[in-house]
């Protein structure tokens, strides 16, 4: 089983984010799970990777061209997958996964983790998709989804079907025990539409 780790180019102030994401690289080798991510040597993905790769785990990073050239690119992982774009290297990180989790982050963890969730609704996968919510970081952001429920721009099912937990273990064990979507929720596609085959 692998799960796909969305975190940030940036460590965060403090030692707080760092900690939590070590933590869950920890958890993650324990439970005899892979770890895909963005491939990066620096910020959290750096410290995501390095305690991974401590711990015995198999790291798979994907990075564009650009970020390799840019010099950023890990140098120890077990695999390195480099592609031509953004856009790709979300599809291949998907495909590689069998769930996804979303550490804090800036605007590129929420794109990855809006984009990813969004597929989930769409029934283009099936994989499970949670939050860690590390010293109440994502909570302004739970918020807001419930005022979406609210105004009836999101389901309450899409909402339940995000996994947030504030611990590494707990939620990496609430991922591996989540029940898909039920296909009464998904949001049919347009005539003519296929879904995309991230399996």
């Not at 099912?157 to 998904?186: G, M, N």
Request: aromatic fraction near 8%; charge should be negative.
């Amino acid at each position: 089983m692998r799960i796909c780790v969305f975190c940030g180019s940036s460590p965060g102030r403090g030692d707080t984010y760092v900690r939590a994401v070590a933590g869950m690289a920890e958890v993650l080798a324990e439970s005899g799970i892979g770890i895909v991510y963005g491939g990066a040597s620096v910020g959290t993905m750096g410290v995501l990777a390095d305690a991974a790769l401590a711990a015995g785990a198999e790291v798979v990073g994907v990075i564009p061209q650009q970020l390799v050239d840019w010099e950023i690119a890990h140098p120890g992982l077990s695999e390195l997958h480099v592609v031509g774009s953004m856009h790709e290297r979300k599809a291949r990180m998907a495909s590689l996964s069998d769930g996804f989790v979303a550490l804090p982050g800036g605007a590129g963890t929420l794109d990855e983790l809006f984009e990813i969730w969004t597929w989930a609704q769409l029934g283009l996968h099936n994989k499970p998709v949670g939050l860690l919510d590390v010293a109440g970081f994502y909570q302004p952001l739970l918020t807001f989804l419930d005022h979406a429920v609210e105004a009836g721009f999101l389901k309450r099912a899409y909402r339940d079907a995000l996994i947030v937990d504030s611990e590494p273990r707990a939620l990496v064990e609430r991922l591996k025990e989540q029940v898909p979507l039920a296909d009464e929720f998904v949001e049919p596609l347009p005539d003519g539409a296929r879904p995309v085959d991230l399996t």
